[in-house]
């Protein structure tokens, strides 16, 4: 890293807290961080605070399993997540910093009739959004992942898949810092070890009345323009302004194996899914094998892993993957995610004015990071929603337009 930008960090982050900043964002993960670096370099807002409670990166942005990805079900979906992926196939050039993006494809695979048709009909809709993605048979699939059982250990034979060219990996917690050396180089203020513990408004009247700042464990910080930016924590923030807010926390586990060397020293290169199974892998740049399944069903607030998860997760690897079952597991973490009823996130304003949420990211949300935080910034510089995230908004579920996209969660 350059010296000059290092110095400038480092003093930054031992800065106090200033006593007003024209936003704070709360919560130092992608998200956050995304919008303090778009309003910077976007629109020339610099008198930014972003408050994190640990450090950055230290939630589900850097426990996440790191698959970029546009092949959704629901054109606003789509359209959404195609700009996140040109943004981040950008991101290298434009933040000048490396994150390890990795352009790989996905297959999607499906094992039953019902699973292909569903497929072949999101390929259809991707394919007229302008997305590359196929829908391919059992022989291209071999041809593409010569390791897979076509069988699926005779109970879950692969019957077709998606093949979702742009497909991408990034390196989780680069991301996270690409995003924060760039907002702090702009002016930004990264204020980590500091913790939300409050929110102050005034004027409620018969309505929810207008932010004035955040309460934190290191004193008042007077705001504009507050945004939450939590992922499984946001209803304890939403609380502080008596907003209510269908959202529910539930974990998300992933593992990691030892290195797989690939057969005949070719390496594991695309992100393998399957629907059925709820299961997904990919390989690391390190060539460990990386891979997660479904969201638990409990709610919880808890960051412990399970022996249940290992076992069941390992079970569907080696289902379809038998060369899974000689490598040896090494590390298995958990995140706490945001879930929405319709599996789609919701970002924008609130009914209390100069409060704005960025959520419902659930298990999906690593892939939204730049494109959320670029709309966002848009509204927090503008005042206007951006088209691209205005089906988003919280007042959805009171308009009776939820955007059910469960089957492109993948996690599920
Ligand atoms: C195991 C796992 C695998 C995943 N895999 C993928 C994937 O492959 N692809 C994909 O697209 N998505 C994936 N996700 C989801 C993705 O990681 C998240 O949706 C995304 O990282 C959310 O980013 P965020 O910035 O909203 O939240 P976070 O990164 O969680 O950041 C929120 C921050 O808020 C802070 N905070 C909370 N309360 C306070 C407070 N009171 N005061 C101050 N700070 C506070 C937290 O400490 C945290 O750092 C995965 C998630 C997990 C857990």
């Known amino acids: ?94 933040t000048g910093r490396s994150v390890m993006h990795q352009r790989k494809g996905l297959l999607w695979i499906h094992h039953s009739e019902t699973g292909i048709r569903a497929e072949r009909a999101r390929a259809h809709l991707n394919q007229a959004m302008g997305v590359e993605t196929e829908f391919v048979g059992p022989e291209e699939i071999k041809a593409i992942v010569p390791e897979i059982d076509l069988s699926g250990g005779g109970r879950f034979p692969v019957m077709g898949a998606s093949h979702h060219l742009p497909a991408a990996t990034a390196r989780h917690d680069r991301v996270v810092w690409a995003f924060a050396e760039g907002a702090a180089a702009q002016g930004v203020d990264i204020l980590q070890h500091t913790t939300v513990t409050g929110i102050r408004t005034a004027g ?127 590390r298995q973490w958990t995140g706490v995610c945001d879930i929405s009823p319709d599996s789609s996130p919701i970002m924008g304003l609130t009914p209390v004015d100069g409060f704005l949420v960025t959520t419902g990211w659930g298990t999906w949300g690593f892939k939204g990071i730049p494109a959320g935080g670029e709309a966002l910034a848009e509204l927090i510089a503008t005042g206007r929603t951006p088209a691209l995230i205005a089906p988003f908004g919280l007042d959805r579920f009171a308009r009776d337009r939820i955007l059910a996209d469960a089957g492109s969660a993948g996690t599920q």
């Open 1 to 94: 890293m350059n010296e000059q930008v290092e110095d400038e960090i480092t003093l930054r982050w031992a800065d106090e807290p200033k006593a007003a900043y024209d936003v704070v964002i709360i919560g130092g993960g992608g998200h956050g961080l995304a919008t303090a670096y778009y309003l910077a370099t976007r629109h020339g807002i610099t008198n930014v605070a972003v408050v994190e409670r640990n450090w950055i990166g230290s939630g589900n942005s850097g426990r996440n399993t790191t698959i970029i990805r546009s092949n959704y079900g629901i054109p606003a979906s789509v359209r959404f997540y195609q700009r996140s992926v040109e943004l981040y196939a950008g991101l290298e050039a434009e």
């Open 204 to 330: 409620g009247g018969s309505g929810a009345g207008r932010v004035t700042g955040v309460e934190t464990d290191r004193g008042f910080i007077a705001a504009g323009t507050v945004l939450s930016a939590t992922a499984g924590h946001t209803t304890t923030i939403t609380d502080m302004v008596g907003l209510r807010i269908p959202i529910r926390t539930h974990q998300l586990q992933a593992l990691v194996t030892n290195q797989y060397r690939g057969q005949g020293g070719r390496a594991f290169h695309p992100i393998v899914a399957s629907a059925e199974l709820a299961f997904y892998v990919s390989q690391t740049a390190r060539g460990q094998m990386l891979m997660g399944a479904e969201w638990e069903r409990q709610p919880s607030y808890s960051y412990r892993s399970g022996s249940e998860f290992l076992r069941s997760c390992t079970a569907k690897a080696i289902t379809l993957l038998p060369f899974l079952r000689d490598l040896r597991v090494l």
